[in-house]
């Protein structure tokens, strides 16, 4: 298994008896059914710890040859939310008057969206996560590996863990999002992946009314 140079521990999870399973399996599906996007936003404070916590648990992430390819920023300056807002705005305005196709812009009826972005401002924070496409050691490139996969898996993790925190999120994807990196300031490895504004949900949330597939359009048995 291992050689003198890489050592092996060993490991020890936690497993139950076939019911149990059954049962446990079912329970999260319930409770994950639950979760749904939000996009109206309470401007109440959420504890810092919180996201310190929930940004952890997304870096439990398996990452291609474990180079844990992310950084998670945490946007809750006023001013910093303003200029991201003002910025994503001119790109969305863009891209909803001149960029996306009609039938893009059909397949979003739904969900009520256009270019306004007030859950910018009005979310007490905002986790901006960038892909670090090569990383830097002593000066010397190194290389990352299934980059978008890893990053993609440790928001999947981020957005349960903010979930079962009892905290809503949206993940927002302005498109471009290079002005990201440039407020951001993040270094040239550095590309935004996603905007994910997390806080408490407005009084008077409304989600749309969205069925998810059903096992038998979802699941194939071989
Ligand atoms: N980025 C735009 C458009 C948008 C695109 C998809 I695909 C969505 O699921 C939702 C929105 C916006 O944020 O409005």
């Known amino acids: 298994m291992a050689d003198s140079k890489h050592k092996f521990i060993s490991y020890h999870p936690h497993t139950y008896p076939p019911d149990e399973m059954v049962r446990r399996s079912a329970a999260y ?17 959420i504890p810092p710890k919180v996201l310190e916590h929930v940004i952890r648990t997304a870096s439990t992430a398996p990452s291609g040859a474990h180079k844990q390819p992310w950084t998670f920023c945490v946007v809750s300056d006023p001013a910093l939310k303003k200029e991201i807002r003002v910025a994503a705005e001119k790109e969305e305005h863009e891209s909803y008057h001149h960029r996306m196709s009609e039938s893009w812009l059909r397949d979003l009826e739904p969900f009520a969206t256009d270019w306004h972005k ?19 050691d002593d000066g010397t490139k190194t290389n990352n590996y299934y980059v978008a996969e890893s990053v993609g898996i ?9 979930y079962h925190a009892g905290l809503v999120a949206l993940t927002h994807t302005p498109s471009p999002m290079k ?6 300031n993040r270094p040239s490895n550095e590309k935004p992946f996603l905007l994910i504004p997390v806080g408490l949900p407005a009084d008077d949330t409304m989600v749309p009314d969205l069925v998810r597939k059903p096992l038998q359009e979802i699941m194939v048995r071989y």
């Open 29 to 45: 599906f319930t409770y994950m059914d639950q979760r749904r996007t939000v996009r109206q936003f309470s401007p109440d404070p």
């Open 118 to 136: 007030p859950f910018l401002e009005k979310a007490p924070s905002l986790i901006v996560v960038f892909k670090r496409i090569y990383d830097e």
């Open 154 to 162: 440790a928001c999947g993790f981020l957005l349960a863990a903010i």
């Open 179 to 184: 002005f990201l990196a440039s407020i951001l």
